[in-house]
T-cell receptor
Framework: DQQVKQNSPSLSVQEGRISILNCDYT??????FLWYKKYPAEGPTFLIS?????DKNEDGRFTVFLNKSAKHLSLHIVPSQPGDSAVYFC??????????FGQGTILTVHP | NAGVMQNPRHLVRRRGQEARLRCSPM?????VYWYRQLPEEGLKFMVY????????ESGMPKERFSAEFPKEGPSILRIQQVVRGDSAAYFC??????????????FGEGSRLTVL
């Protein structure tokens, strides 16, 4: 039962352009959603989160959008930089730190 | 302020042996979580512990796996009689009580278990 799905295994973007990473979920009970970024051989690093009662949260170059009716969230990175190349995981949570992660999307930003 | 420390970073075991993975949370963090990442998959929740208490172990396999977070010392994830399917990256994460309801976890670099 995959409650959080990232349907695009990979995404390739030119430096300076926008990166849009997508995530779908089925569990209506999630209280919040998060995006984590992961480099090879490292642990995930928290990027940005959004409460289920909001539809947008922005932090610098990163914006997360939540569409509850569609059970869809997306992460926008503008402008994309080569250092953003990593695996991005979306996750949903209902309480404390018990998160349900998607499978991840590999983002490659070309110079 | 040191991050979440996990050791060993890499562990090789033969089938039937025991694996012990250790995790020291960030200073001031009293909540510890263990997640497992199988090849080509996302991270899956295993267990949530506070000092001397297992709060939620709903993601732990019913047999061979156990976890503890003693009053003193690191949290330990123990896998008895390992099988090839246990080969994975095991990530520990911690959070302070104030971040408990936001899901913002601080992850260690992971322990990569290989079972021969």
């Amino acid at each position: 039962d995959q409650q959080v799905k990232q349907n695009s295994p990979s995404l390739s973007v030119q430096e300076g352009r926008i990166s849009i990473l997508n995530c779908d979920y089925t569990n209506s009970m999630f209280d919040y959603f998060l995006w984590y970024k992961k480099y090879p051989a490292e642990g995930p690093t928290f990027l940005i989160s959004i409460s289920s009662i909001k539809d947008k949260n922005e932090d610098g170059r990163f914006t997360v959008f939540l569409n509850k009716s569609a059970k869809h969230l997306s992460l926008h990175i503008v402008p994309s930089q080569p250092g953003d190349s990593a695996v991005y995981f979306c996750a949903g949570g209902t309480s404390y730190g018990k998160l349900t992660f998607g499978q991840g999307t590999i983002l490659t930003v070309h110079p | 302020n040191a991050g979440v420390m996990q050791n060993p970073r890499h562990l090789v075991r033969r089938r039937g042996q025991e694996a012990r993975l250790r995790c020291s949370p960030m200073k001031g963090h009293s909540h510890v979580y263990w997640y497992r990442q199988l090849p080509e998959e996302g991270l899956k929740f295993m267990v949530y512990l506070q000092k001397e208490n297992i709060i939620d172990e709903s993601g732990m396999p019913k047999e061979r796996f156990s976890a503890e977070f003693p009053k003193e010392g690191p949290s330990i994830l123990r896998i008895q009689q390992v099988v090839r399917g246990d080969s994975a990256a095991y990530f520990c994460a911690s959070s302070p009580p104030s971040r408990e309801k936001t899901g913002e976890l601080f992850f260690g670099e992971g322990s990569r278990l290989t079972v021969l």
